[in-house]
């Protein structure tokens, strides 16, 4: 037992050998201005120290060094001074001359270099370790943005010669996707005089010049402020100007001068500032810079900074997973002179790069060179209350962004294309000479102007030089309002025009401003119906049968309820009391006989005397009162209205006849819609309107008009539909809608900006009501509209009753009926427990017996029970006594 207590110990022992030292050197090498950086590599190490779950058993020491030249002998004398220390790892410094020289010596003594800086360096050194993102890694995630924003004309203005390096990816990316892409840098700060150049550039390129200024902007952080005011200075901050800034700092800038110019001004972020941690560690090192420099405190933090911080803690993680995997006494002193080398560098490099976190700057992974390759980007846009984040760019998903395309638009001035069809556009009435969009008037113009006054443009409206909607010819070219949005010949086109799949291929929509459907518009029918049956109208058929079955049902029950209640037998000659003979009345005839006369309201000769044959009168009057009120009321309804036939009631009646005609626009998306549909009955009324062109029509208004005259059915939208029949008393729409669709504004294709602009306007309207509003006034109100809503719908029809109607009373009859079968039980029971007093006898047999009587409907006499209590005349003597003094009989 002592063996194996003193092999535990041991064990336990062994364990504990393998473990950090209990102080671990960190070095960090900073210049005189990164006092920020400095402060967040010590506030790191505290942090790490006070975490009981990081290093439990040992405790990190920052050993930081200033370096205040660029002399390349006194970098290396102090790098090598903490070395000699014994540090685990060396943390920066930030410019690239001397990050690189340090990269060199540790590569040389074999300690881990962790950086936070922007490098443009495609390889690695052997031991180093950069949290900053690769610039290929950047430059992905800003061509993902330019995806985004749908730039495919652009400019890249640049300063410093490492832009291009940056910027690589892009025009590699623009050569591919075809791009058109300028490129212009910056010459010894004269930003004013770059800015002008493009403009100038600009106007050569078109003789309007295009209202939008594409720009993506790649200067160092500490001259972009000066660039973003020379450029307003000269008119490039306005709301024609779109700026993409390669700067992941940008949130660190004071950008009050701009926020209410309404440029549009997109950036990158790296940091998290939303988080707790964040916010605490601007805080304390807002407290630590107060004992060092008399300066405001920060509102934020740049990304070199939030760098250093994850990487001091990236190192305690890996520093943490090594405790138990390897026995590392001590981290050596490392001589220069003497050139010996470190121990565990190169486990604590695999570590680091093996390892993933997640920190203030997202997920930390690295690749296998040491970049960082696994990175997430806010997406931050510049609006009036400052920089604010509306999306996030994933490394390996869809990114989830709002486009920020609202403002930029607003004083715009748009060419707008339409075709004259009512009530959409139509010239205007006028005792005045016209001119200008004052012509026009109509649901479309309407639309226009409240979309004018909420985004707060302006528009030039012209017709439609060809009069169509646009419809693609067997060459490929469009024609009409497709046609020209394509040609350029105008921005948007608002009209009643259909969203269809064929014109997305074309053309961009915006959110649908109004719903609708193709219909059937025909001609009212005029020919009256007359039937010798209509008295029988009132109710359906199903009524009518349940009505005749219930009748049986009653009779049925009634005739044997009332033979099997007692007190339905009765002596029929009361006067000869010694016939002992009882009579029913209620035999099958008699008991139709009763429940007819009821029904048809006359009186009748049998009366019922047993409580369940009269529950039984009772129940059913109560449901004939209720089913002939319910006749009388509907029959008065039939008899006053004129019920009118017409030879069509739905598209399957349309195409299943070949007398009446149908035809639609000869050019829409009407024909479209039969042409593409796959059902077998548009697919034959497609072919019935090739084979007979003559039923296309070259406008709406000759469609009805052919409708008017009779024998024309006329496809068209619903919508047009409704506004015609308001107006035109003899046209009526047949059938339900055969499809679902909506009317959109068209803009071209690819201007994704302006269509979601235009789509926020209109879900704007639709929440206020006001498109609701515009479609009453030209609907119900204006150009004679609503004058056929007053007219006396002569040609509708009452409805028939059905069992929804009139089931209820059904229900009820039914359970009178049981109830009364159940008293009549009751009396049976009853009264034969009084003949039978003092015999045991089963009542059940009795009652199987009578029942048995019952339902053969044989005699209605039989033998009198022998009571008791009945009448004794003991001697023809005592008889007429009896009689005489109307005693009764002892």
Known sequence: MKIYYCFFIFVIGFRNVHNLPARIHVGGLFEKDEDEIELAFRIAVDRVNTDENLLPNSRMVALVEKLHSDNSVLTSKTSCSLLHKGIAALFGPQSDLTSMHIQSICDDF????????????????????????????????????????????????????TAIVRMK??????????????????????????????????????????????????????????????????????????????????????????????????????????????QSLLNELNLRLLLVRDKEPLKTLKTETVLMYDSVKQLAIALDQMDNAKNIAVFPPISCSLMNKGTDGTTIYNYMKDGKAQGLSGLIAFNSEGFRSYVTFDVMHLKQDGLSKIGTIFPDQEPNVTTPEGTSLEHSHFRVTTILTDPYAMYAESSKQMVGNARFEGYGIDLLNALAETLHFTYDINVVRDEQYGRKNETGHWSGMIGELIRGEADMAVADLTITTTRLEAVDFTHPFMQTGIGILFKKPTQKVHSMFSFLQPFSGEVWLFVMVVYIIVSLVCCLIGRLSPYEWSNPHPCRDTDMVEENVFSLLNSMWLTIGAFMRQGSDIAPTAMSTRAIKSIWGFFCLIMISSYTANLAA?????????????????????????GCLKSGSTRDFFQNSDLPIYQHMNRYMREHPEVYVESNELGIQRVAQGNYAYLMEITSIEYKTERICNLTRIGTPLDSKGYGIAVQKGNLKLSNWLSSGILKLQEEGELHLIKERWWKQKKGGGQCSGVSKSSGSANELGLGNVGGVFVVILLGLGLSACIGVIEFIWYQRKVHKDIQVSMFNLLIKEVKYAITCGSSTKPAPKLKSRYKIKTDEERPKALKSNAPFK
């Open 169 to 278: 990816e892009i025009l590699e990316e623009g050569e591919k996707e075809n791009w058109d892409i300028h490129i212009f840098q910056f010459s010894e700060s004269l930003y004013r005089e770059k800015f002008q150049e493009i403009m100038e550039f600009q106007k050569s390129r078109t003789k309007q010049g295009m209202p939008d200024y594409r720009i993506v902007l790649d200067v160092p952080g500490d001259k972009l402020w000066k660039v973003l005011k020379a450029a307003q200075q000269v008119g490039m901050m306005t709301e024609y100007q779109n700026y993409i800034i390669a700067f992941l700092d940008l949130h660190t800038i004071d950008l009050s001068d701009f926020q209410y110019g309404m440029t549009n001004i997109t950036s990158l972020r790296l940091v998290q500032e939303e988080s707790q941690e964040f």
């Open 638 to 662: 039939f008899l006053t209205i004129e019920k009118l036939v017409s030879p069509i009631n739905n598209v399957e009646d349309l195409a299943s006849q070949d007398k009446i005609k149908y």
């Open 110 to 161: 074999e300690i881990p270099h962790i950086e936070a800086r922007w490098e443009y360096r495609f390889r690695r050194d052997q031991l180093s370790i950069n949290l900053y993102p690769h610039p290929t890694v950047i430059s992905r995630a800003f061509i993902r943005l330019i995806h985004i924003l749908d730039w495919h004309d652009f400019f890249l203005l640049y300063e410093d010669d």
